[in-house]
């Protein structure tokens, strides 16, 4: 039977982060374990989630217990991917999607390795200067919101393609769930509301989204209430009897391309009918004896993850200690020269990308030679591939299975509810992933990200993506499943998680909540959650010509660690799932 925990536990996790470890500036922490003992007295001996055989971890607890019920009815990990993929459109409607798209890295049980790539292209009439004035400036918000934002879906089409090549039940038993969840409703929870209320005001623009998802007199709906979507609950059950031509070729594709045109949009039925995925070779790097599948570009995600782990990999990180000034100042500066690389990537079917030379460990030593230890580097100072944005509203899930198949997916509609808008009477809330394209090269997006030419607008083209799922082995077995999303900041959330494991000896649990560090090149700042950096840590780092700003939580970190709750230590259980609570709806759940 499965079982799980979700934890409730405040309207944020900062209940259960690190407050801040005493620290003589530079002093490293002799025992890594030590940092159960800094936690808030409300969480303290919060432990990894066990799976006996499998392991689910989602954003949202309804959706975790759709993928272990289909692993219990004797699917694969695939086939739970699929079905807590389409779960999520319907209970985590403001990330999880069938209007958006994504990446999935898959790990087959003999040691094969695929990465697929489902994002939405740019449609067919798109152009490189259609979110400008006639003065050449951006316009604010034209990539955001509304019909003109939206970029052709990839959802459908990913999910079919990977449950058609390694599924093992029929469609129809994977989507039953979506649909009946959608047809009969569910009742909402506080954490479900919370995200259902960013989008009020866009809502009430949109008479389709608003008849789903405002009362009729136009107040938001509130927990205890149970949420139907019928129309999805159609679009799903044409979805499962059809496949993806249904979507691409059929009534929905139909329905979405008239509401686009109708909104002043650009969709046709010639971009629906012409997308396809991708199937192409993960990325792939080493860390301390660990190997590591992550996504290539269209993502610069895994770049930049691979790129700052090959710089780390030359200081004892575990030596110099957890978050201490010294341990920050390295992370932070390998943050600062993958990012300044990262803006110059694009997608591999338009722009070459120089990704041999920006993962190669001799260029990581090049960097560190150049790397002072004790004060930080200007960013202007530093230009691409030399030593010398996406929205953060995305959703991630892992998944293991008995068998040794794990999947790593993160999708999304760009922002909490993409362009807030939804497709006429197909229930389906629509991305705004043209966002993720540089609208003007030379300008940053909403996240700070600066774009280039290479991640320019062009007809069929995808957009240059930070997200990153990511799969980890050691001596040919699955370790990690893990990834997150939060724009920008995935790749520094993927690094956390993972040196939190591999370098400071935390348990699955304590690295997913451990308090975040993050520096993207520009703007020239370093982002701190509550709790990060002790006080003199932080005056440490200030002095060395670092400016720290703390932010609200980022992230959802959902992680399985195999074989025990932490790495070297052996549990009852073949999996162990940590749930990130930023956002309080997740769970990780085990079967």
């Not at 990581?364 to 230009?383: D, I, K």
């Not at 389906?428 to 030419?453: A, H, K, L, Y």
Request: charged share 20%; aromatic share 6%.
């Amino acid at each position: 039977m499965p079982f799980s925990r979700n934890l409730r536990y405040g309207a944020v996790l900062l209940a259960c982060l690190v407050t801040g470890m005493p620290d003589a500036g530079r002093a490293a922490v002799a025992d890594p374990l030590a940092f159960e003992t800094t936690r808030t007295g409300q969480a303290v001996g919060l432990a990894p989630m066990p799976g006996q055989h499998a392991m689910v971890v989602s954003a949202q607890d309804l959706a975790a217990h759709v993928g272990t019920d289909i692993l219990a009815r004797g699917g694969n990990a695939v086939d739970a991917a699929v079905a807590v993929g389409y779960a999520m459109a319907v209970v985590y409607p403001a990330a999880g999607n069938i209007g958006g798209g994504g990446f999935m890295t898959l790990r087959t049980p003999d040691g094969h390795v695929t990465f697929v790539d489902f994002r939405e292209h740019a449609p067919d009439a798109a152009t490189p200067t259609m979110y400008q004035d006639a003065s050449g400036h951006v316009i604010a918000g034209a990539s955001t919101a509304g019909w003109r934002a939206v970029a052709v879906p990839g959802t459908v089409a990913g999910m079919e393609a990977v449950h058609g090549r390694w599924g093992r039940l029929p469609r129809a038993d994977v989507m039953a769930p979506a649909i009946a969840l959608a047809r009969d409703g569910f009742i909402l929870k506080p954490g479900d509301v919370a995200l259902l209320h960013t989008a009020t005001a866009a809502f009430a623009k949109d008479p389709y989204a608003r008849a789903i998802f405002l009362h009729p007199d136009g107040t938001p709906l509130e927990a205890g209430e149970r949420l139907v979507q019928a129309d999805l609950a159609r679009t799903l059950e044409r979805i499962a009897r059809d496949g993806a031509r249904a979507f691409y070729d059929g009534p929905i594709a139909r329905e979405i391309v008239k509401s686009s045109q109708k909104g002043g949009g650009i969709l046709s039925r010639s971009d629906f009918t012409r997308y396809h995925t991708r199937m192409m070779a993960p990325l792939s790097c080493d860390y301390r004896g660990y190997h590591i599948d992550t996504a290539p570009p269209p993502s610069g995600g895994g770049v930049a993850l691979c790129e700052m782990l090959n710089i780390l990999s030359g200081y004892d990180m575990h030596a110099l200690g957890l978050h201490t000034a010294a341990s920050v100042q390295r992370e932070v500066e390998a943050m600062r020269h993958a990012y300044a690389d990262r803006q110059d990537l694009g997608d591999p079917a338009f722009v070459t990308n120089p990704v041999a030379h920006l993962t190669d460990p001799a260029y990581a030593r090049q960097v560190r030679q150049y790397l002072p230890l004790n004060h930080a580097v200007p960013s202007a100072s530093l230009r691409p591939g030399e030593a010398g944005g996406e929205k953060e509203e995305t959703t991630h899930y892992s998944i293991a299975d008995q068998d040794g198949t794990a999947v790593a997916v993160t999708y999304t509609l760009n922002g909490w509810f993409g362009a807030g808008v939804v497709a006429g009477r197909t229930g389906i809330v629509m991305n705004d992933e043209m966002d993720d394209f540089s609208s003007r090269p030379g300008e940053p997006n909403m996240f700070g990200i600066v774009g280039s030419t290479a991640n320019a607008i062009a007809p069929g083209k995808t957009p240059l993506s930070s997200m990153a799922p990511t799969i980890v082995t050691r001596d040919g077995q699955p370790v990690m499943v893990l990834g997150s999303p939060g724009g920008s900041r995935i790749p520094t959330i993927i690094l956390s998680v993972l040196t939190g494991m591999v370098d400071y000896g935390l348990d699955v649990q304590q690295a997913v909540d451990l308090p975040r560090i993050h520096e993207q090149w520009q703007p020239d700042v370093v982002q701190v959650e509550h709790g990060a950096l002790s006080p003199a840590v932080a005056r440490t780092l200030t002095r060395e010509g670092y400016h720290i700003e703390e932010h609200a939580p980022w992230g959802l970190a959902e992680s399985i660690l195999s074989g025990g709750p932490r790495i070297g230590k052996a549990g009852q259980a073949r999996y162990y799932g940590g749930a990130d609570m930023r956002h309080q709806s997740g769970a990780a759940v085990g079967e």
